[in-house]
């Protein structure tokens, strides 16, 4: 399995366009890899998580031919994950040509969510309709936590988030019959820590790469992970054996609140275990 990281940052990108504090200014000053959009993971060549604001950038930057893309795993709806514009021009208005079919697979109260932000830039679109699927060149497959799904080569589980319950929040755990992802974006330690665990445990799974949230860095944290409650959820991942020494364990979805530039970051984070993620960064466990 081959992964691209193709956003790191949380929903406004850092640095923030108008912050002034020491981690933005610090990021204008060095670049590079303390730039971050908005994040979304490309696995393989033709497998996308989160289909966001910053997709069409971060494949400029990083040699990434999009065309190639067939499979579509939503995790929620919001701005920051989830761009209606890309979408839109999927339609023959736009004279694309030569579009494949993409299979979306999100949760049904994510896909409504989802109609509705279209609707703004297209009035009356209906991702649950065969019109707007054939419009769109897409296959539209509603999904529930906690059961296994088909997506091409890969087989798939979303796993139930406490993110955004209104919009069907999911976590994702794939598998390519070689290696197994878990991608745990927006996700809070108490889910982690009791549902999430308990899947792995019950169904003995043991991940090859791990990515997981952590927003905040030394700041308290109820929502989302930051530095202390990542490091508990991969203690417990360790101590569950659903993870060991030969897991790639990175932190993503990366905010300016208390976390570090990057070159400090990772010293702090290789002291406890894990590694953090940059853009386009490519891994490959092949």
Known sequence: MKITFLG????????????????????????GKDLRKRASLLVNDDLIIDLGQDLMPASYMHNIDTSKIIYWLQTHSHSDHFSAGHLLTRMAEYATIDTQTLSLFASMQCVQNMSNKLCKEEHGVDLLRNE?????????????????????????TALYSA?????????????????????????????LMTETMDYFSDNNI???????????????????????????????????????????????????????PHDEFVLFAN????????????????
Not at 133 to 152: A, D, H, T
Not at 173 to 190: E, M, R, T
Not at 271 to 286: C, Q, R, S
Request: charged share 20%; proline share 3%.
């Open 8 to 31: 790191t940052s949380a929903a406004h990108s850092s640095p923030l366009p108008f912050c002034k504090c020491k981690l933005c200014d610090s990021a204008r000053r060095l670049g």
């Open 132 to 156: 707007w699927q054939n419009r769109l060149n897409l296959n539209v497959n509603c999904i529930e936590p906690y059961k296994q799904f088909e997506c091409g080569s890969y087989v798939v």
């Open 163 to 191: 993110h955004d319950v209104n919009d069907g929040s999911c976590l994702y755990l794939i598998n390519d019959s070689v290696n197994s992802l878990f991608y745990g974006l927006d996700a809070d330690k108490p889910t």
């Open 206 to 260: 043991y991940l090859d790469i791990v990515v997981l949230d952590h927003i905040y860095g030394k700041v308290n944290a109820n929502d989302h992970l930051n530095t202390d409650s990542f490091i508990e959820v991969i203690n417990e991942m360790k101590s569950r054996k659903i993870i060991d020494h030969k897991t790639k364990v990175f932190a993503s979805h990366i905010s300016h609140e208390g976390t570090l």
């Open 271 to 286: 002291e406890h275990g894990y590694d953090v993620a940059f853009d386009g960064l490519v891994l490959d466990i092949t």
